[in-house]
């Protein structure tokens, strides 16, 4: 085989770039696919809050229980993927969530929609802390801000796409065949999920040693490399499960996870009526210009994963961004020119969503097994939490005041407090 003949000095760059373009392309559609299906109904709303009657608080609220259940059945969830294996627990997740999230076309009103949403948190549990599981078996930890950087744009890039992309939907389909605009956006938006569900039976490898797409030398290469890092971390702490789920440097870390989430979802479920409070466009325009922030943060991303991985430092590449990211907050509910607003939103994107890459390389520093897969989804539930603190509290400062200008400074404060914390971590002796 070619890999066969790649000289010694240029085996890890070789199969790096061969493993990046294998998984990450695939890995990162799949991420589009859900941060799709979880946040659309931020676009929805612009059609189904005066169809059903559903207001900002009652709106806020089911955006919300999404992330109540998503939080409560992560770690059985992520505990069951170490168990039966990340190709099919991922694929069952994203066919389940498929059909809920084109069930959503069935809501009628405020208890519906609140259903469905508690139900679709269920069925999605689990997606993106197996993928970083899935990441910390696949790419060593020198590769893995970059790694997890280049997936996490599926943030950003799910509305870059599916903003226009719902807008157009709702807006063309309006009325066709009996049916709302916003139903037809479910349907539509939901269903790729549950094809893309059986593809990843077919397509996704289990471990490096399973990898026939590698010539034998890379595979022994990378399963060593990988294998040595999980020995070595498991030698330097030995935490088990019960231990690491109870430990105070995995809780912090959940702690600071829960200030970013709480941040990016206040920001992600009120981009659509921000900027058509500042606009006034149509359903297609508003999501034209909703994915300006995200285009900034997905570049945003990409920079700062590199550049922690060359430096190996993780601390200051997530408090950094969370202070960048707290003051366009800030410019956004002080500025009232729609092009400064605009640019303030995509500060506060780039920022927020730039530490995603870093920080998701810290807990493959110390765990191993089932330990940093009940860690990993744990740290991920508290992120949960933030959705549901993120959306509700804007949805319920925004009816009270009348203004975004609160629900930013809002937003501000959590993620100033997520950067304090973040230094609070380089004290632990597990991260060093």
Same mark, same amino acid.
């Given at each position: 085989?070619?890999?066969?003949?790649?000289?010694?000095?240029?085996?890890?760059?070789?199969?790096?770039?061969?493993?990046?373009?294998?998984?990450?392309?695939?890995?990162?559609?799949?991420?589009?696919?859900?941060?799709?299906?979880?946040?659309?109904?931020?676009?929805?709303?612009?059609?189904?809050?005066?169809?059903?009657?559903?207001?900002?608080?009652?709106?806020?609220?089911?955006?919300?229980?999404?992330?109540?259940?998503?939080?409560?059945?992560?770690?059985?969830?992520?505990?069951?993927?170490?168990?039966?294996?990340?190709?099919?627990?991922?694929?069952?997740?994203?066919?389940?969530?498929?059909?809920?999230?084109?069930?959503?076309?069935?809501?009628?009103?405020?208890?519906?929609?609140?259903?469905?949403?508690?139900?679709?948190?269920?069925?999605?549990?689990?997606?993106?802390?197996?993928?970083?599981?899935?990441?910390?078996?696949?790419?060593?930890?020198?590769?893995?801000?970059?790694?997890?950087?280049?997936?996490?744009?599926?943030?950003?890039?799910?509305?870059?796409?599916?903003?226009?992309?719902?807008?157009?939907?709702?807006?063309?389909?309006?009325?066709?065949?009996?049916?709302?605009?916003?139903?037809?956006?479910?349907?539509?938006?939901?269903?790729?999920?549950?094809?893309?569900?059986?593809?990843?039976?077919?397509?996704?490898?289990?471990?490096?040693?399973?990898?026939?797409?590698?010539?034998?030398?890379?595979?022994?290469?990378?399963?060593?490399?990988?294998?040595?890092?999980?020995?070595?971390?498991?030698?330097?702490?030995?935490?088990?499960?019960?231990?690491?789920?109870?430990?105070?440097?995995?809780?912090?870390?959940?702690?600071?996870?829960?200030?970013?989430?709480?941040?990016?979802?206040?920001?992600?479920?009120?981009?659509?009526?921000?900027?058509?409070?500042?606009?006034?466009?149509?359903?297609?325009?508003?999501?034209?210009?909703?994915?300006?922030?995200?285009?900034?943060?997905?570049?945003?991303?990409?920079?700062?994963?590199?550049?922690?991985?060359?430096?190996?430092?993780?601390?200051?590449?997530?408090?950094?961004?969370?202070?960048?990211?707290?003051?366009?907050?800030?410019?956004?509910?002080?500025?009232?020119?729609?092009?400064?607003?605009?640019?303030?939103?995509?500060?506060?994107?780039?920022?927020?969503?730039?530490?995603? $890459? &870093?920080?998701?390389?810290?807990?493959? %520093?110390?765990? /191993? *097994? +089932?330990?940093?897969?009940?860690? !990993?989804? @744990?740290?991920?539930?508290?992120?949960?939490?933030?959705?549901?603190? $993120? &959306?509700?509290?804007?949805?319920?400062? %925004?009816?009270? /005041? *009348? +203004?975004?200008?609160?629900?930013? !400074?809002? @937003?501000?404060?959590?993620?100033?407090?997520?950067?304090?914390?973040?230094?609070?971590?380089?004290?632990?002796?597990?991260?060093?």
């Amino acid at each position: 085989m070619q890999g066969e003949n790649i000289p010694a000095d240029a085996l890890e760059r070789v199969t790096m770039r061969h493993v990046t373009w294998r998984l990450l392309p695939f890995l990162l559609l799949l991420y589009i696919i859900s941060w799709l299906d979880r946040v659309n109904v931020s676009f929805a709303k612009l059609q189904m809050g005066p169809d059903l009657g559903i207001g900002d608080a009652a709106y806020g609220f089911g955006a919300s229980i999404f992330f109540i259940s998503y939080a409560l059945c992560e770690v059985p969830s992520n505990l069951l993927l170490a168990r039966f294996g990340a190709r099919v627990w991922i694929a069952r997740i994203m066919i389940t969530w498929g059909l809920i999230s084109a069930g959503m076309m069935f809501v009628n009103g405020p208890i519906s929609f609140y259903v469905m949403r508690f139900l679709l948190g269920v069925a999605e549990a689990g997606f993106l802390p197996g993928i970083i599981y899935y990441l910390n078996h696949w790419f060593p930890r020198t590769h893995r801000a970059k790694a997890v950087s280049w997936f996490m744009i599926g943030i950003p890039l799910s509305v870059v796409f599916g903003g226009p992309l719902s807008g157009w939907i709702m807006q063309s389909m309006d009325e066709y065949l009996g049916l709302h605009g916003w139903q037809w956006m479910f349907v539509i938006e939901g269903l790729p999920a549950v094809l893309l569900g059986f593809v990843v039976l077919w397509f996704l490898t289990e471990k490096p040693a399973e990898a026939k797409w590698l010539s034998p030398r890379q595979r022994d290469w990378l399963s060593q490399r990988i294998e040595a890092e999980h020995v070595e971390a498991h030698a330097r702490h030995g935490l088990q499960l019960r231990a690491a789920l109870l430990h105070p440097t995995v809780w912090l870390l959940a702690v600071v996870m829960f200030c970013c989430q709480t941040g990016s979802y206040g920001l992600t479920f009120w981009v659509p009526s921000i900027v058509n409070g500042l606009s006034g466009y149509s359903e297609f325009e508003v999501g034209l210009f909703s994915a300006i922030p995200y285009i900034a943060a997905a570049a945003g991303m990409i920079l700062v994963g590199m550049s922690s991985d060359r430096t190996g430092e993780r601390f200051l590449h997530v408090a950094i961004p969370s202070l960048v990211g707290a003051a366009g907050f800030i410019a956004v509910g002080l500025f009232v020119s729609p092009m400064l607003a605009m640019a303030a939103l995509a500060v506060a994107a780039v920022g927020d969503y730039s530490t995603r $890459g &870093p920080f998701w390389a810290l807990p493959g %520093k110390f765990l /191993t *097994g +089932s330990a940093l897969a009940g860690s !990993i989804a @744990l740290i991920n539930s508290m992120g949960a939490v933030g959705g549901v603190v $993120g &959306p509700s509290a804007v949805g319920w400062l %925004k009816q009270s /005041t *009348g +203004s975004f200008v609160g629900p930013m !400074i809002m @937003l501000s404060g959590v993620l100033i407090v997520g950067a304090v914390l973040t230094m609070f971590l380089r004290r632990s002796a597990l991260l060093r």
